[in-house]
């Protein structure tokens, strides 16, 4: 079994789930507009995502899939 999260942003919750489960993450790492304040582009919080989630990327547990989910429509 594995889980779809939607909206991984920084990894975090991706973390925990990937602890159970293989994860695939779907965000396209713009954030939205609550976010904007944080003044972080989408390179950026990709990255901290692929740092949060080093491990758990290189192994295969994790799969980010970038876009939203109706560019994606599994």
Request: charged share 20%; hydrophobic share 45%; with cysteine.
């Amino acid at each position: 079994a594995c889980v779809v999260e939607i909206g991984s942003w920084r990894g975090r919750s991706t973390l925990a789930l990937a602890a159970a489960r293989r994860v695939y993450a779907v965000d396209w790492w713009e954030g939205n507009p609550e976010m904007a304040g944080e003044g972080l582009t989408s390179t950026q919080v990709f990255a901290e995502f692929q740092t949060h989630l080093a491990i758990e990327l290189a192994v295969g547990r994790v799969t980010p899939l970038t876009g939203n989910l109706r560019e994606l429509a599994f």
